[in-house]
């Protein structure tokens, strides 16, 4: 492709060389067709760097995160599924910002939702009904306005106090569930409200 037109167009560069043969002379042998190629190997190197670039961010994730998971965190060796559980109950439908570790057969995930009511209506931690904020149900955690915490391993946004605090009691799997509490207001949560939930991995 780059030595095209070597052959075809001879004849008129040997009149042109014959009628004026100090304009055309070249003082490497084989300089014009040397530079040509390199011209045209130089364009081939930038193409397949824009080709590699390309790839490098189309494959993005699966180049720099565990298992090819932007929502995994540096150090998680068990990979969760699509849609995340705790304690066999999905995550709210809403959930953003999503972040877990994964160690020892144990999963801390970290997400955004404004569904948190739902989920621990679903999860069986507050009854229908009932306050959400309710000592027979939670606690609170100490955690105060001023202060943020995001557990070892876990990556993303740390959570802010003040904050609410529930656990399962009952028979399976033992399921930690900590939310953003509103500031201004003793019986809600943020809204949106960052979640830490922390349960076994079956």
Known sequence: MCDAGDGGGRAVSDDIEASHPEDVSDPVPGGSK????????AGVVVA????AGGSVWL?????FYPFGDSRACDGSNTVLPGVISAGGVPIPTDASEIHYVTEDGRAQVSFLSDQMPDYLHRAGLVPEGQPLLDENYGSAYALSEEESERPEGLCGPALKGPAWSYQTTGPGPTVNILVERSPTTYSTFRTPARVIASFDIR
Do not use: I, M
């Open 34 to 41: 040397l530079r040509r190629r390199l011209s045209c190997l």
């Open 48 to 51: 397949l760097a824009v080709v």
């Open 59 to 63: 494959f993005h994730d699966e180049l």
